[in-house]
Nanobody
């Protein structure tokens, strides 16, 4: 079973960049699709980005397309979310999640392993 630990969340200003890290242990990392989700106060958890098992295919939610970049290093069992041009509306707890389903995209129900989350706060 895969355990996921996020890090890299911080307080940032609008326009800044942050890189979140998702470190995996206890499983075969390359066998999982990795997704990033976020949850803002008072809102439902929403999909942010997803990367295929090989890292060759990525998929983004419209609000972050062109600003965020998801990547992974299977040799290090680690995934990343590079967040550029941050906006106050990006403020949320960010979670990484793992799915064994090849076709997993934006539906959180497809993801079976979740990290504890890391807080990102963007001030204007």
């Amino acid at each position: 079973q895969v355990q996921l630990v996020e890090s890299g969340g911080a307080l940032a200003q609008a326009g800044d960049s942050l890189r979140l890290t998702c470190a995996a242990s206890g499983g075969t990392f390359k066998e999982y699709v990795i997704g990033w989700f976020r949850q803002a106060p008072g809102k439902d958890r929403e999909f942010v980005a997803r990367i295929s098992k090989s890292g060759m295919i990525t998929y983004y939610a419209d609000p972050v397309e062109g600003r965020f970049t998801i990547s992974r290093d299977n040799a290090k069992s680690t995934a990343y979310l590079q967040m550029d041009s941050l906006k106050p509306e990006d403020t949320a707890v960010y979670y990484c999640a793992a799915s064994p389903t090849l076709a997993a995209l934006s539906d959180s129900a497809d993801y079976v392993h979740w990290g504890q989350g890391t807080q990102v706060t963007v001030s204007s």
